[in-house]
C-alpha cells in the first residue's frame, strides 16, 4: 500500500479540482500533465452538489479516458468536491490502480466538517469516508518552503513528497491542481481566480 | 503598424480556440501565457454559431479581462470562428492595442471559402474581413522544423517570428492555442482531443 516507487520527471499526473457551486450540477476538471511541466489532456465531468457521486465520477472520468494506460497517480484538492460530496480515495486507489495524493493548503477543520455533516440524513456514512482517508501529514514545499498538508493512498511518504515537489514548481500548489482550478473558475465564471 | 519590438521571454500572450460546433451557441477559450511556459489564466466567453459576433466578442472578453493590462500580443487560430464568423484582426488591433498573430496549419483554400460564403446574405463582407486580413506567410518553427502560416497586425515579421518559436515548444503550434484547444475540446467532449 505505502510503496515507494521511482518518480520520472515527466511522470503522468491527473489533477481534479472543482468549480463554484452555482447549479445542482458542479463541473469537474482533470488536467493530464506530464511531471510540472506540460498539460497534455484536458477532462470534464459532472458531480452533484452535496451528493455522493464523485467517488464513481471520478473513476468512470478516469478508466474512459485514452490518458488512463499512461497514468501513475491522481491529485486531488482535498476529498469534499462540489460541496459535501466526499471522495473515498480508498475505492479511486482500489478501482483505477492508480495512487492518490490529496492536497490541503490548510489543516482541515473537522470539528466543522462534522458539524456540517450532522445535516445530511448519510452524514455518518459521509464522516466515515472522511476519516478513513487516513493520516493528514504537513509537507514543506520547494516553493518559499511554504507548507501544505497531504493524505494519500498506494504510495509511500517519499514518492509523494518527491511528486510534490517536481511539480509545485509556480505556486505552493502542484501544477495539475493549479491549472485544473485555472480552467474550473474560468469555464464557470468567464475568467478564472486565482488562488495559487 | 509593423513594428518590431523586444520579446521578453515571459511576455503575456493570449491564444483563443473554440470548441466544436455542436450547438447556436460556440464556447471560445482564451488562455493566457507567460511565454510558453506558464499559463495564467483562462478565459471563456461564447460566439454565435456562423455568426458575425466574433471580433466584438473577442473585444469585450479581453477588455474585461484582470490581465488586460499585462498582456501583449494575442493569437488566433485562424480567423474563422464558430463556422464562418470572421475575424476582424484590424479592428481587434485597434479596440484593444494588442498586436494580432493568425496561425494556421496549413494554407487556406479561398476557393472553398468564397464558396461558402456565397451562402450568406452578408458573405461579401465576411469575404472583404478576409481579405482585409492580410498577407500569408509561411514560417519554419522550431520545432522539427515544421511549417505553418501565419498572418499578422501590429506587429513585425521578425518580432511575430521570436515569439512563434519562443512559443512552439511542445509541437508546431504555439502553446497558448495548443493549451486553448484541449481545454475548449476537453470541456465540450469530455475529454481533449489532440491535433497538435
Known sequence: MNSDFHVKPEIRILGID?????NEKVMIIGTVFRGGDWIDGV??????RDGLDATETMITMIKNSRHYGQLRIIMLDGITYGGFNVVDIEELYRETGLPVIVVMRSYP????IRSALRHFSDGEER???IKKAGKIEK???GRNEASIYIQKTGIGAKSAEKIIRLT???SSIPEPLRVAHLIAT???LGESRGRA
Do not use: M
Open 18 to 22: 472543482d468549480s463554484a457551486l452555482l
Open 43 to 48: 477532462l470534464r465531468s459532472e458531480i452533484t
Open 109 to 112: 477543520d473537522f470539528e466543522k
Open 127 to 129: 464522516w466515515n469516508i
Open 139 to 141: 509537507l514543506f514545499t
Open 168 to 170: 509545485s514548481i509556480r
Open 186 to 188: 474560468g469555464i464557470i
